[in-house]
């Protein structure tokens, strides 16, 4: 589990293929005794597993599933990437609680300065979009930022001076692909809605467990 907080921003020293897979190996100043052999790091958003360290360097295995899901296809030697160790218990929240699982990639459509800010503008694929919100959180390439507008198919975010310059962001133009995990809550919540419903459609019983407005006003909640 993970912040959204960029704690690092690393650079590919080399990617290894092996058929649908590779492995990765980060060139960081993170601390080097605060990395051991099994850590999660997240990378550019997606939780990858320390295989090997050394100082000022770690290694990890790409699955294809990470591949497919990912814009880790694109990453090339000597580009940047930011990088989040695992939340530790008793750690401050700053940002959100982001899993580094992968919903989907979207498309930075447009980028405009607004003041202090930049803003960007990003598509996502529509059947993604109902889960962000306005003053939402999402999480976009690992970071954790405050959804502004929306749209059917796109949403924006404003990004201060300091979250530029820290992130991977500072590089990303219009057409750049970008890593996005919604709110996890959006999704056990819409579960939750729908775990009868869903029982009824392959005539399955149903448990009664699943929410419904009916289920929430009769317990008090309107």
């Known amino acids: 589990m993970f912040t959204g907080l960029i704690e690092d921003l690393g650079r590919i020293d080399s990617i290894n293929r092996r058929g649908n897979s590779f492995r990765l190996k980060v060139a960081t100043s993170l601390p080097p005794t605060e990395i051991a052999l ?3 790091i997240a990378v550019n958003g997606v939780c990858l597993t320390v295989v ?6 770690f290694e990890a295995d790409v699955s294809p599933e990470t591949m497919q899901s990912s814009t880790f296809n694109a990453l090339s030697v000597g580009g940047r990437v930011n990088l989040e160790r695992a939340l530790r218990l008793g ?3 700053g940002g959100h609680l982001v899993s580094g699982h992968i919903d989907t990639v979207g498309t930075i459509v447009q980028r405009t300065q607004d003041d202090i800010a930049v803003r960007f503008s990003i598509e996502l694929p529509r059947k993604f979009m109902r889960y962000v919100i306005g003053k939402g959180s999402i999480a976009i390439d690992g970071i954790s930022l405050t959804v502004n507008q929306v749209t059917d198919t796109t949403f924006s975010v404003a ?5 530029l310059a820290k992130t991977t962001l500072q590089h990303y133009g219009v057409g750049a692909k970008v890593n996005i995990e919604t709110d996890m809550l959006g999704r056990y919540i819409e579960k939750l ?4 419903s869903d029982a009824a459609e392959q005539n399955a019983p149903a448990t009664g467990t699943g929410l419904s407005w009916a289920k929430l006003a009769e317990n008090g909640f309107f």
Do not use: C
């Open 159 to 163: 990004v201060i001076p300091h979250s």
């Open 38 to 40: 099994g850590d999660s």
């Open 193 to 196: 809605l729908s775990s009868d």
């Open 91 to 93: 750690d401050r929240l």
């Open 52 to 57: 090997m360290h050394n100082a000022g360097v």
